[in-house]
């Protein structure tokens, strides 16, 4: 059993930033893959950040790349997504995700975190 723990969505001016942390516990084994998430009213969920940790490649969304940021802290399980120049259509639930396995993989989700960029 593995459980994702989000933190640090809330409410931020436009132009202000946010830090979201996300933490797996459980049973890790190998960790593929790990991303941001998010989906606005109305919206299909879509790729923000993610980071691929075999030769730690990372791959960003057009809409928030030079804005945003993710990084990872290996011992400690933890994704991080940093985000800057916040904008109004940044908008959204934010969920991490780790792919996780070796012979077969399995998604897992954290439970959302609400980010909300409004003067």
């Known amino acids: 059993q593995v459980q994702l723990v989000e933190s640090g969505g809330g409410l931020v001016q436009p132009g202000g930033s946010l830090r979201l942390s996300c933490t797996a516990s459980?049973?890790?084994?190998?960790?593929?893959?790990m991303g941001w998430y998010r989906q606005a009213p109305l919206k299909e969920r879509e790729l923000v950040a993610a980071?691929?940790?075999?030769?730690?490649?990372?791959n960003y969304a057009d809409s928030v790349k030079g804005r945003f940021t993710i990084s990872r802290d290996n011992a400690k399980n933890t994704v991080y997504l940093q985000m800057n120049s916040l904008k109004p259509e940044d908008t959204a639930v934010y969920y991490c995700?780790?792919?996780?396995?070796?012979?077969?993989?399995?998604?897992?989700w954290g439970q959302g975190t609400q980010v909300t960029v409004s003067s």
């Open positions: 995700n780790f792919n996780l396995g070796i012979l077969r993989s399995y998604d897992y």
């Open positions: 459980g049973s890790i084994f190998r960790i593929n893959t």
């Open positions: 980071i691929i940790t075999s030769g730690d490649t990372t």
